[in-house]
């Protein structure tokens, strides 16, 4: 059975950092690209950023580039979001996504497998 659990969320003021994980089980971690996504109620889920099998190559929104870096640890099966300098807008649902074949970054059709999500709350 294939689960990718997300954890990490929680509330931060504007200016702050957390640390999101996502943990895969049930298929070869080490073959798929990771992504990050979000999403805020009543609104599109968004492509936030990728990392490539190896953790060579990743690709960010320009909306958080330089202040977010994703990372993975395929020893562990497990992806990370570093997010620091924190927003109000950067308040969301963050879901992570499995890619068995190299997708297209921001192609969410393009990903297999999703997490269920952990909030995210920045306050101003």
Request: hydrophobic share 30%; with cysteine.
């Amino acid at each position: 059975q294939v689960q990718l659990v997300e954890s990490g969320g929680g509330l931060v003021q504007a200016g702050g950092s957390l640390r999101l994980s996502c943990a895969a089980s049930g298929f070869t971690f080490s073959r798929n690209a990771m992504g990050w996504f979000r999403q805020v109620p009543g609104k599109e889920r968004e492509f936030v950023t990728t990392i490539s099998r190896s953790g060579s190559n990743t690709f960010y929104a320009g909306s958080v580039k330089g202040r977010f870096t994703i990372s993975r640890d395929n020893a562990k099966d497990t992806v990370y979001l570093q997010m620091n300098s924190l927003k109000p807008e950067d308040t969301a649902v963050y879901y992570c996504a499995a890619a068995y074949r190299i997708p297209t970054p921001f192609k969410q059709e393009e990903y297999d497998y999703w997490g269920r999500g952990t909030q995210v709350t920045v306050s101003s």
